[in-house]
């Protein structure tokens, strides 16, 4: 059931249990909310619909489980000022990425440049599988396109990114790693090969979000009831998602207003954001249902992110015991806590927290630290 910890409204509640048929998956994931999977975000009208009610333009609201970012996306566009933090490096790029400001047709030039010099990269070394010949007409290009292969190879001490993914796609993405830092717009390209390197693993198509074990031979596909083939190769991802990137950050862009927005990238029981917030609004972590940094592992091995992993709240890894409980009661209170002491008003600030709550662990948590729960 999802709940509001404080705060109130003249409005009656909708039915928040949305269908497909009511809801598409088209709407959940409008603009730069699908910019790149996440699991475990809650979708942007639900957001909006509490962020209207307990907020006004120009307040400032506090997400301390930004995850994929839709609390403060949703805020600017109402032109409520946001802050959100986070645990996970991956999270706090991703929400810079969605929120930054672009120069569209240099992002669309950069895009365009890395992914022709991918492109130009591993053409001679595809040549090579299909002719006897090309060290004759091209010796020389041959041999250097095969060193610069081999080295983003034997440079790699990643045994997730050898694991999970054919040489084609380890040559293509390493390298498109490694032009990175000739262009302007990083942190969008990092953006783009993570999402690429998601789609490209050795993952059976109906496993994606948790894929077990790489598949390396022909499979009975349960997503498409047909006999399906393990991935092999990215450019074609890179080339879709660069363009699917500048589309989603076209139509943000059109809907943002002057609203600040800060990331931070830390532990929330704990951080100090320096200035008071007007509330707070937020779906935090469910015990032991998911490992924020583990599903997005590929992203951590290419893009090289500090890990933190030791720090969440309520991991999977940690499952759902009596200790584990008692660990998540005890992180959700230190942030509830800090949160609340960076309240401008103590008294009447909203502290929205959506959960599902089948554990029944937030009327303790609440109780603990003196707040009342609105049904």
Not at 92 to 111: G, H, P, Q
Request: aromatic share 10%; proline share 5%.
């Amino acid at each position: 059931m999802e709940r509001t910890i404080r705060g109130k409204t003249n409005d009656d509640h909708p039915n928040f249990s949305w269908s497909e048929k009511e809801l598409p998956q088209k709407e959940r994931t409008k603009h730069v909310h699908g910019l790149h999977p996440y699991l475990g975000k809650y979708v942007p009208q639900l957001v909006e619909y509490f962020l209207k009610n307990y907020f006004s333009k120009g307040d400032l609201v506090f997400d301390p489980f930004i995850g994929s970012g839709t609390t403060v996306v949703e805020a600017n566009t109402l032109g409520i000022n946001a802050i959100g933090a986070d645990i996970s490096a991956f999270n706090i790029l991703l929400c810079k990425v969605k929120t930054a400001n672009y120069d569209f047709k240099l992002l669309s030039k950069e895009i365009k440049d890395i992914t022709k010099k991918v492109q130009k990269y591993i053409e001679p070394l595809k040549a090579k599988k299909t002719t006897k010949t090309l060290p004759e007409i091209f010796p020389s290009l041959e041999e250097k396109m095969q060193k610069k292969a081999d080295r983003l190879l034997n440079n790699n001490d990643s045994e997730y990114i050898t694991t999970w993914y054919t040489e084609e796609s380890r040559r293509e993405l390493l390298y498109f790693k490694e032009l990175i830092p000739n262009y302007h717009y990083q942190d969008a390209l990092r953006i783009i090969l993570s999402r690429s390197a998601r789609s490209a693993r050795l993952a059976p198509h109906y496993e994606l979000d948790w894929p077990k074990e790489p598949v390396t031979e022909p499979y009975h596909c349960r997503k498409h009831n047909r006999i399906c083939y393990p991935t092999s190769g990215a450019l074609k991802f890179l080339r879709r998602y660069g363009r699917d990137t500048i589309k989603r950050l076209k139509a943000f862009s059109k809907l943002k207003t002057n609203a600040q927005m800060r990331f931070i990238h830390g532990d929330s029981r704990t951080i100090d954001l320096e200035e008071q917030i007007t509330g707070v609004m937020t779906s935090p972590p469910y015990v032991g249902v998911i490992d924020y940094h583990l599903q997005h592992q590929y992203a951590y091995e290419f893009l090289d992110l500090e890990d933190l992993r030791d720090q969440e709240i309520g991991p999977r890894a940690k499952g759902t015991s009596k200790k584990a409980k008692k660990e998540y009661v005890k992180g959700i209170q230190l942030v509830l806590n800090n949160c609340l002491r960076q309240l401008a008003d103590q008294s009447n600030g909203p502290i929205i927290f959506v959960v599902n709550d089948k554990n029944k662990l937030y009327e303790a948590i609440c109780q603990n630290i003196g707040l009342v729960i609105e049904e």
